[in-house]
């Protein structure tokens, strides 16, 4: 179905308004595949959910590095996500839970209750709006607010 080069894409294109670019980064092992203004984004896919009920795994592993850098970004107060498409479903997993769970416990049931945002197909509009709004209330944690909070179409 759908490569991860292809879901990278699609990712970038929804989030041009917040200067989305994709990373191909060989100096750096780990590092995600999509930065925006207010976070990273680690693009995972699957063609399909697991015929039996168990145990979600990727095509492309969720590697011991790209959980590292999840676990640490997350931790020192920056965003991550994983963005996982299954088909025609998308889903924003937090970073650091997906750093825990991802492939290890979690069952496509997990990953429905545990996702931050999900689209099926996909709505880049959606996903665009969530992150301002998550951007925002991340900023108002931290007691920081903007004199030009981003418009929410």
């Known amino acids: 179905m759908s490569s991860e080069k292809q879901q990278r894409q699609r990712i970038v294109k929804a989030l041009k308004p917040l200067h989305a670019c994709s990373v191909e980064n060989s100096c750096m092992a780990g590092f995600p595949d999509v930065v925006f203004i207010g976070g990273m984004i680690e693009a995972k896919c699957l063609d399909a959910w697991p015929k039996r009920k168990g145990i979600v795994r990727l095509k492309h592993h969720f590697t011991a590095l790209q959980r590292l850098f999840a676990r640490t970004w997350t931790r020192k107060g920056g965003f991550h996500a994983v963005c996982l498409q299954v088909d025609q479903d998308w889903f924003l997993l937090d ?49 920081e607010f903007s004199e030009n909070p981003p418009h929410i179409p």
């Open 95 to 143: 970073g650091l839970a997906a750093a825990t769970h991802l492939e290890r416990d979690w069952t496509e049931e997990d990953i429905r209750r545990e996702c931050l945002w999900s689209s099926c197909p996909l709505d880049e509009a959606g996903m665009l709006a969530f992150l301002k709004i998550h951007k925002g209330l991340e900023q108002a944690k931290r007691g």
